[in-house]
């Protein structure tokens, strides 16, 4: 299975960043760990790399250039986002070129609004997010956090692309989106991203999950995963090569209809 995002065939699991290099501030001990799980995930195949500037105050994304180096940059779909007070002209210009910096890239495949910000127009922002794509800086433009009526003003304000994505929460606990932002999202042509997909891998709570998981010899964070697989691109954290390898395990699951439909009734 590969799914399409910004115009591009991409694995159907990208590999989040979250934590690693800090989380509100930049932690370098733990750097060779996570460069090795980085450059781990893309050997077995996974392409999409999902960071941001505020990750670690911008070193998440040192490392995910670290972790790339010597990769031919085509093979790789990197998604950044900028911060919510960086939404203005001048300040997202600036962003973009400092992640691009950090990166060491010419481009991002993927630049998304981190999370909306009512006092920034929306106007404003996507105007400057398509300035860069102009200037070939990013090669598609998104949102996170949006709900539908923040993504449809940003669809409006759009002039010369598509919203490529929408980033969210979404996992087999959180299950809200299906009702409202997913549907919408897929009537326009807009790739869901789901973040925090496994649940930070604390899925004991969910009996359903380990009852499917038996009959696939899975694991329930297996199982999670590949339920939101079905109607987004998730894109799980890890920093162990062992559990890299587990969730693309269970990203191949073939997931049967009737199973995927038992999960779903149990928590309509
Ligand atoms: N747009 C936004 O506002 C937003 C918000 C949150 C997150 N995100 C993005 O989404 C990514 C994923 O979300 P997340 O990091 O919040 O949560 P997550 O992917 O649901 O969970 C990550 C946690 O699960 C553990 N884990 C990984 N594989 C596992 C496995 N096979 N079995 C058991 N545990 C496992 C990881 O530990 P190990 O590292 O030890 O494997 C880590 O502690 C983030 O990294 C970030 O890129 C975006």
Redo the contacts with the bound molecule.
């Keep these: 299975m590969t799914k399409r995002l910004g115009g591009r065939s991409v694995s159907d699991i990208g590999l989040?960043?979250?934590?690693m290099g800090g989380w509100q501030t930049a932690d370098k001990t733990n750097d060779s760990t996570c460069v090795d799980a980085i450059r781990y995930a893309v050997s077995r195949g996974i392409n999409v790399i999902?960071?941001a500037e505020m990750y670690g105050a911008g070193h998440t994304e040192e490392i995910v250039a670290k972790a790339i180096e010597g990769v031919p940059r085509e093979d790789v779909f990197i998604i950044s986002?900028v911060w919510k007070t960086n939404l203005h002209l001048d300040s997202l210009i600036k962003s973009a070129r400092a992640s691009l910096r950090r990166l060491k890239t010419p481009y991002l495949d993927l630049y998304l609004i981190?999370?909306p910000n009512p006092s920034v127009p929306v106007s404003e922002t996507i105007g400057a997010m398509e300035e860069l794509l102009k200037q070939g800086l990013v090669r598609s433009i998104g949102v996170?956090?949006f709900d539908v009526e923040q993504l449809s003003d940003a669809m409006s304000a759009s002039k010369y692309t598509d919203i490529a994505a929408n980033?969210i929460?979404y996992?087999y606990g959180t299950r809200g989106p299906e009702k409202d932002i997913i549907p919408f999202c897929e009537k326009n042509g807009v790739e869901v991203i789901s973040?925090?997909?496994?649940?930070?891998?604390k899925v004991s709570g969910f009996s359903e999950l380990n009852k499917v998981a038996e009959k696939y010899n899975a694991?329930a964070?297996?199982v999670a995963l590949r339920y939101t697989m079905e109607r987004s691109l998730p894109?799980?954290?890890?920093?162990?090569k062992s559990?890299i390898d587990?969730?693309i395990e269970g990203s191949r699951m073939e997931l049967r209809k009737d199973d995927y439909e038992f999960l779903k009734s149990c928590l309509d």
């Design positions: 989040g960043t979250w934590g999902d960071t986002k981190h999370w996170s956090n980033q929460l996992n973040y925090t997909p496994i649940l930070k891998g694991t964070v297996q894109i799980p954290k890890s920093s162990s559990h587990m969730l």
